[in-house]
Nanobody, 116 residues
Framework: QVYLVESGGGSVQAGGSLRLSCKAP???????????MGWYRQAPGKQRDLVAQ???????DYADSVKGRFTISRDNARKTVYLQMNSLKPEDTAVYYC???????WGQGTQVTVSS
C-alpha cells in the first residue's frame, strides 16, 4: 500500500480555479515513479469516475467532461501529482481522490464545491 495525501480542495464560484495535490510522503521514488497516477471524483449518490490519468512517462488522458479545462501533471522528484482545474462548473462538485495505480492505493479524498 502507498500512503497518499490529497490537498487543495475548497469552495469556489463557477468559473474559478483550484489546484489539487496528491503526495506520497512515505513512499520511495522507485515505487512512486513507475506507476501511472489518476484523479477520480465521486459526487453524492454516484459512482467514482476517472477524471484524468498520467503515465510514468507523462502521457495524459482526460474524461470528456473536463478536456480543455483540467490539466494533470506529476513531479516525480517530489512524489506528487497535481490536478489544475480551471473554468470550474457546478457539476464538477465532488470528492476528488488520487490513485496510485500499481498498488491500487487511494488517498482520503478532498472536497471540491463549485457554486453557481
Amino acid at each position: 500500500q502507498v500512503y497518499l495525501v490529497e490537498s487543495g480542495g475548497g469552495s469556489v464560484q463557477a468559473g474559478g480555479s483550484l489546484r489539487l495535490s496528491c503526495k506520497a510522503p512515505r513512499t520511495i521514488t522507485s515505487v512512486f515513479n513507475p506507476s501511472p497516477m489518476g484523479w477520480y471524483r465521486q459526487a453524492p449518490g454516484k459512482q467514482r469516475d476517472l477524471v484524468a490519468q498520467i503515465s510514468n512517462g507523462g502521457r495524459t488522458d482526460y474524461a470528456d467532461s473536463v478536456k480543455g479545462r483540467f490539466t494533470i501533471s506529476r513531479d516525480n522528484a517530489r512524489k506528487t501529482v497535481y490536478l489544475q482545474m480551471n473554468s470550474l462548473k457546478p457539476e464538477d462538485t465532488a470528492v476528488y481522490y488520487c490513485l496510485h495505480a500499481d498498488s491500487m492505493s487511494w488517498g482520503q479524498g478532498t472536497q471540491v464545491t463549485v457554486s453557481s
